[in-house]
T-cell receptor
Framework: DAKTTQPPSMDCAEGRAANLPCNHSTISGNEYVYWYRQIHSQGPQYIIHGLKNNETNEMASLIITEDRKSSTLILPHATLRDTAVYYCIVRAFTNAGGTSYGKLTFGQGTILTVHP | NAGVTQTPKFQVLKTGQSMTLQCAQDMNHNSMYWYRQDPGMGLRLIYYSASEGTTDKGEVPNGYNVSRLNKREFSLRLESAAPSQTSVYFC??????????????FGDGTRLSIL
C-alpha cells in the first residue's frame, strides 16, 4: 500500500471550513484513498473514501487531484466535536488469505483542533 | 443501532492470567477484525475473519487466539497475558469480504492493562 504524508497538526476556527491535506505520491491505479478520524478515547470512525473522482457525503468532501498524488479532506463547517486525529489511508485490493487483507495502515495522522 | 460492541471496556490483569475480549456487530457484516493500538501509534492488525468459519493471522498475532463464534461475534483470547500486551484493543467489521471499497466500522475499544 502507498505511503501517505500528513501535517502533524492543524487548527481551525469553529464554523469555518477545515481543509486537511494528504500526500500520496506513490499511489497506484487500484488504490483507494480513505479518511478516518479518531476522537479521543473512541474507536476510529470512517469518514469518506474515493478512487479518482471527488466525493461528498453528510460528513465531508474529498478532493483528489487529477494525478491522484494528493487529496484534501474538507469539513465544511467545523465544530468543536470535530477535534480529532484524522488519518489518510491508501489501500489496494488484497485477496482474502493474505496477511495484508483488511489491514488499514494508520500512520500518525493530523491532529485537528477546532477553536471556539 | 449499536454497530460494533466490545466488552469489557476496561480490564486489569496480572501477568500469566488469561481472558477473552468479546466483540459483536449487528450490521450483518461478513468480515471482522481485531487491532491493537499502543500509545502514540497507529492500529496494528492482530487477526481477521474474512467470513464466518474462517480466521487468519494479521500483522501481530503472537500471544493471541481468536474464535469466529458466528456471523455476529468474533472473540480475542489472551492465553497467558504479558505486560507487552498492555494496549487498547479495537474490533472492527466490514461488509463483503475482499471488496476494497467497503469501510471498516470500529467499536470503542477495550483498554487492557497487564501488571
Amino acid at each position: 500500500d502507498a505511503k501517505t504524508t500528513q501535517p502533524p497538526s492543524m487548527d481551525c476556527a469553529e464554523g469555518r471550513a477545515a481543509n486537511l491535506p494528504c500526500n500520496h505520491s506513490t499511489i497506484s491505479g487500484n488504490e483507494y484513498v480513505y479518511w478516518y478520524r479518531q476522537i479521543h478515547s473512541q474507536g476510529p470512525q470512517y469518514i469518506i473514501h474515493g478512487l479518482k473522482n471527488n466525493e461528498t457525503n453528510e460528513m465531508a468532501s474529498l478532493i483528489i487531484t487529477e494525478d491522484r498524488k494528493s487529496s484534501t479532506l474538507i469539513l465544511p463547517h467545523a465544530t468543536l466535536r470535530d477535534t480529532a486525529v484524522y488519518y489518510c489511508i491508501v489501500r489496494a485490493f488484497t485477496n482474502a488469505g493474505g496477511t495484508s487483507y483488511g489491514k488499514l495502515t494508520f500512520g500518525q495522522g493530523t491532529i485537528l483542533t477546532v477553536h471556539p | 443501532n449499536a454497530g460494533v460492541t466490545q466488552t469489557p471496556k476496561f480490564q486489569v490483569l496480572k501477568t500469566g492470567q488469561s481472558m477473552t475480549l468479546q466483540c459483536a456487530q449487528d450490521m450483518n457484516h461478513n468480515s471482522m477484525y481485531w487491532y491493537r493500538q499502543d500509545p502514540g501509534m497507529g492500529l496494528r492488525l492482530i487477526y481477521y475473519s474474512a467470513s464466518e468459519g474462517t480466521t487468519d493471522k494479521g500483522e501481530v498475532p503472537n500471544g493471541y487466539n481468536v474464535s469466529r463464534l458466528n456471523k455476529r461475534e468474533f472473540s480475542l483470547r489472551l492465553e497467558s497475558a504479558a505486560p507487552s500486551q498492555t494496549s487498547v484493543y479495537f474490533c472492527a467489521s466490514s461488509d463483503m469480504p475482499g471488496q476494497i471499497n467497503q469501510p471498516q466500522h470500529f467499536g470503542d475499544g477495550t483498554r487492557l492493562s497487564i501488571l
